[in-house]
Structures are given as C-alpha cells and as structure tokens.
C-alpha cells in the first residue's frame, strides 16, 4: 500500500495544459497521489505553464517566489516538499528556470508527462534538475533555437499516460478536454508554439474514438477536441486511411451519448469543405467556431506568415455561414505586430467590422524569444498598442452584446454543468458557449434544458428552464433532450 501523498497542480494557459494537468494527475494516483487546492499541503507542486506571451512566463516566476516561502515553511515543520515546473515554460527555458528559481526540484516540457513517475522517484533520491533535465529529453534545447520533439511521437506520451478512469472523469463533470493533435507546423513569426510543442502530430482515430467512449461511459456530454493546429488532424483512421477532422467528428457523432462536439483551435488554411459540411450536416457539432486571423492586413498577416489574405479569411467566412448561418465566430488578434501602421490597424477593424464577431481574445504584441518576428525592425511602442488594443477590444465587445442580445427570446438547450455561485442556481453552456445562469434543481446537472434566454451578463446569458409538462420552471424533471 503506497502513503498517501497530495499534489497540487496550477494550470497556465491554454486548454491543452488543462488536459495535460488531468493527465498528470491520472498517472500520480498511482503513487499514491491526491489531488489538493491547498498548496501548503501540497507534498508535490507543479506549475503547468505557458509561453505564448511574456506575461504569461513572468506569471510563472512570481509564483516560484512565493511557493519558496511555501517550502521553507514547510521545512520549517519537517515537512518535504518537491516543486516541479512543467509545461512550455520549461520547454523554452528550462535551464533558465534552474538558474533564477532554484527552489525548483524538476522541469519537464509537454512530451515527457508520461516519464512524471521516474522523473519524481529520481528527484526523490537526491537527483539535480540538470540531470533530470537530460532523462525529460527533448528538453535540451533549452532556447527555441530547433524544432523539438520531432524524435518524440506523441503516442510516446498518450500510449504511456494510464486511460481516462470513469472514477477520476465523474469528479471532473459532464464536459471534457479531448486531444487529438498536438504541435504546429505553421511557424507563424509572432508565435512560441512550433518550438514548444513540436512539429505536428495527430493521435491515430481508434485511439480518439475509445477515448470519447470512455468518457461518456463516465457520464460526460461533451468533447471540446483539442489540438493547437486541430483543423490540420489527419490521423490514421480505423480503416487504415489518413482521416481528416471531419471524418474523426462524424466517428465521433455516432457515438450514443456523446450529444455534443466542439474543436479548438483552427487555422484558416486547413478548414476543408469537409469539415464546413460537418457542421451543416451533424446537429451534434456545435455552432461555434474558434477561427484565428490576428490581422485584417494583408502586408502584416505576409509577415506574420499566417499564408492567407484577408479576402481569403472573408469568402471562407461565408462559406461557412452559408453551411450553418447561426454560426458563432470567435477570434485572436494581436495588435502593434512589427511595422504595424494605423492603415494596418485600421484594416484590422474593417475586416472585424465585416465579419461581426460572437467574441474575440486580443493581446499586445509580445516578443518572444527565439522567433523571427522579435527581431525585426519597427517594433511598436508601447503606448500605440495600448490604444489600438483598446479600440478593437471596444469593438468587438460591441460585437459581443449585439450576438449575445440577438439570443434574448429565443429558447436554447443548455448543458447544466454545475451549480452556479448563487443558492439554487446551476451553470450550463449554450450552444455558442456562453455560461448559461439559470435557477434549477441539481439534479438537472448533466441534462440537456430548454432554456428561454430572458436577459445577458457581462460575458453570459440568464434565462428560465422551459417546463417539458407545465410545471413551473425548476420543477421539471430531468429532461435529455438533444442539442
Ligand atoms: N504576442 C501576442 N500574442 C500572441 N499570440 C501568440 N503569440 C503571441 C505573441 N508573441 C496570440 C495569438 C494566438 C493566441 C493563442 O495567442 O493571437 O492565436
Ligand atoms: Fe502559433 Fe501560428 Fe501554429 Fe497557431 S498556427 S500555434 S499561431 S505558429
């Protein structure tokens, strides 16, 4: 019988470090391992980190600030307690870590999770994270000088990770991360992910699909399939063929149980007909679509190397509306990329203007290390992208409030997730994924509700549970409907 030991696990980023986390954490219960959200209890701590922009890493080191006072403390009782560093952070700078933070115990990029248990019981016996570094190969190269993990198969890492466990998916709830490719091959200038994550790698369907199967054995609802590059999948099928997205979702779609899929995120070049048609054609595939453009420049997306026009991004656009009109189109868009002139900005607006977004994430451009953009010339002041951030942000949230109005009225089936942060009020997704609050009994957690939208939040929607049988709301039993 191993101890009992906790874990606590802080996760950065995007939602493939929030899979990446619950995978961690599967393959420590094995030893022993609970999960705690009390880092002063933690035997074990790890930060799962991001390196897409600069603030996102500085996060990491202010953290490591604190959790070496959280050891010394807890040395101070006689208690041990190992600290890890995982994620892109340590992938890009692992030997930077080790220098300024040497309360760190051990770093490990994304590929080497499954080697988590032997890289633990060597740290455990005295081992420095050097020489840890070297068995969590490709962690090497330290700076995003080369490509990584291209020697490092994904299944490398999936096949050694333990299964989903029904037990362990039933405390995470009804909604579940699914990766199904990981790395970029696109090397868009601005962007870290190439050299963190790898080139790109697809896990083969059979696997996908048996995971899924799993995962709604343990009573989740729905799959968001995650993949940096997800729309660019093509994965060894069940027949032998090389399958696309759009055949892996139509696999998925005939799952029982499985009632609703989403993807994430997508690049504009690889969105096939294929799969635009699976969205007119599977009510199970969500009206939501996560499409990148960063700019609405021509000029600036040549040099981002995005490899597309933003008349392409337009007409592709269309055709997408034209195969599922009630689509909810959600983007990324940096501002003050180098050499960006206010005719770039203002290009960016008018083909924000012309799409007419349901939300959109913007950031400030950030130099990262390593990649081609952050040494060109005309870096952007600082002040110019404040101001260009704040009147894209005004318009899309703009945006945003008109999408979200134009649903007051209208009756929608809502996912109950979880019980919500008022007495007797749940939380459910739309089906355009905004965070649903309505007043509901618990019991409708994991039931797919009619509900009537009656007003909109910041960033959410309010409406009432429509009764199946006129009872009042609330008091209808737990319907299953269909999305
Ligand atoms: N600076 C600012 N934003 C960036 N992103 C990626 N790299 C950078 C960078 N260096 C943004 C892109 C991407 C999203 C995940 O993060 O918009 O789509
Ligand atoms: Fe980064 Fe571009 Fe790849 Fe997206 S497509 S992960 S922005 S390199």
Redesign the pocket.
């Known amino acids: 019988m191993t101890a009992e030991k906790t874990v606590y696990i802080k996760t950065y980023g995007c939602q493939m470090n929030v899979y990446d986390s619950d995978r961690m954490s599967d393959s420590l219960a094995p030893l022993g391992y609970r999960q705690t959200d009390v880092i002063e209890a933690a035997d074990l701590i790890i930060l799962n980190t991001c390196h897409i922009r600069e603030k996102a890493a500085e996060k990491v080191y202010s953290e490591l600030g604190r959790i070496r006072q959280v050891k010394a403390e807890r040395r101070a009782a006689g208690q041990a307690t190992m600290v890890a560093v995982a994620g892109c952070v340590a992938q890009a700078e692992g030997e930077e870590i080790i220098r300024r933070a040497p309360v760190v115990d051990m770093v490990f990029g994304p590929q080497a999770y499954h080697r988590l248990p032997d890289l633990i019981d060597r740290a455990a016996r005295g081992e420095r994270p050097s020489d840890l570094a070297e068995a969590a190969a490709p962690f090497k190269t330290a700076a995003p000088a080369k490509v990584v993990a291209t020697d490092f198969p994904i299944e490398d890492k999936f096949d050694s990770l333990p299964p989903v466990s029904a037990e362990r998916t039933r405390s995470r709830g009804v909604t579940a991360f699914l990766t199904v490719q990981e790395g ?5 200038t ?5 050299y963190t ?1 790898g080139a790109e790698v697809s896990r083969p369907a059979g696997k996908v699909l048996a995971e899924a199967r799993a995962l709604v054995a343990a009573g989740v609802r729905e799959v968001t399939l995650l993949g ?2 997800v729309n660019a999948y093509h994965g060894e099928g069940e027949d032998g063929d090389d399958w696309t997205l759009a055949r892996l979702i139509r696999a998925l779609a005939r799952i029982p149980g499985l009632d609703r899929l989403r993807y994430t ?1 997508s ?1 504009p070049r690889d969105m096939g007909e294929d799969l635009i048609g699976a969205h007119r054609d599977l009510p199970q595939l969500m009206p939501y679509l996560h499409l ?1 453009v ?1 700019s609405g420049s021509d000029r600036i997306l040549a040099a981002m190397n ?1 490899r597309h026009t933003a008349d392409d991004y337009l007409r592709l656009v269309e055709r997408i509306r034209a195969a599922r009109p009630d689509i909810a189109l959600s983007g990324d868009f940096i501002v003050g990329f180098p050499g960006e002139t206010d005719a770039d900005f203002e290009a960016t607006l008018a083909l924000v203007r012309a799409v007419g977004y349901a939300g959109c994430f913007t950031f400030k451009y950030s130099p990262r290390p390593g990649t081609p953009a952050s040494d060109l010339d005309g870096q952007v002041p600082e002040t110019v992208k404040t101001e260009r951030l704040h009147r894209l942000q005004a318009l899309i949230d703009d945006q945003e409030r008109r999408f979200a109005a134009g649903l007051v009225g209208r009756t929608l089936p809502v996912l109950l997730e979880k019980a919500g942060r008022l007495p007797g009020q749940l939380v459910g997704r739309s089906p355009y994924l905004h965070p649903v609050h309505v007043t509901a009994p618990a019991g409708l957690i994991g039931s797919i509700a009619p509900v009537a939208i009656t007003s909109t939040g910041r960033h959410s929607l309010n409406g009432d549970v429509v009764p199946s049988d006129g009872a009042e709301p609330g008091a209808s039993p737990a319907v299953r409907l269909s999305a």
């Open positions: 970029c091959d696109k090397f868009c601005f962007c870290v992910v190439p994550r940096q590059n995120t690049h990148p960063q995005r």
